[in-house]
């Protein structure tokens, strides 16, 4: 599971998924899918928090 953002919004849609067609039909589609592809990338990064764990003795 991914954390979404402040900001995350532009690249999903309601139901969580991403947005691979731009939202202004002008838009560059080759700039939005690496902008999809970097952002898809931060959720990656933060799919792990650190977490300390202790041991129970």
Wanted: hydrophobic share 25%; no cysteine; charged share 35%.
């Amino acid at each position: 599971m991914s954390i979404l953002r402040p900001g995350d919004e532009k690249f999903h849609y309601s139901d969580g998924s991403h947005k691979w067609i731009p939202p202004d039909p002008d838009y560059d589609q080759e700039v939005w899918d690496e902008q999809v592809r970097q952002h898809r990338h931060g959720h990656l990064r933060n799919e792990r928090p650190k977490v300390r764990i202790q041991r129970l003795v």
